[in-house]
């Protein structure tokens, strides 16, 4: 089992940023792929970005590649995501989850990954 707790949400003005962590607890943390959704209101869950078990490899949906970037510290068993130019339409609550080894087909696919933390909420205002 791998436990995973947020944190860094808050409220930020357009163009601000934030930085989330997700601390995980449990199995070897170095060897999972580990990635970040949001899922705004009234939306689906979205993927947001993902990184291997190395920290080489780093994937991005189109529309935060550029602003945010994704990265992991094994050492200390967290990811990190970096969010900058924050935009109102970033907002949602943003989840981090695990998945043990996944195809570079499924890396955006919600539905592979095996454990999600509990969300914590990144409001953006206009």
């Known amino acids: 089992q791998v436990q995973l707790v947020e944190s860094g949400g808050g409220l930020v003005q357009a163009g601000g940023s934030l930085r989330l962590s997700c601390a995980a607890s449990?199995?070897?943390?170095?060897?999972?792929?580990m990635a970040w959704f949001r899922q705004a209101p009234g939306k689906e869950r979205e993927f947001v970005a993902a990184?291997?078990?190395?920290?080489?490899?780093?994937y991005y949906a189109d529309s935060v590649k550029g602003r945010f970037t994704i990265s992991r510290d094994n050492a200390k068993s967290t990811v990190y995501l970096q969010m900058n130019s924050l935009k109102p339409e970033d907002t949602a609550v943003y989840y981090c989850a695990a998945v043990y080894s996944v195809g570079e087909g499924g890396i955006e696919d919600s539905m592979k990954y095996d454990y999600w933390g509990q969300g914590t909420q990144v409001t953006v205002s206009s």
């Open positions: 990184i291997n078990w190395s920290g080489s490899s780093t």
């Open positions: 449990g199995r070897t943390f170095s060897t999972y792929v």
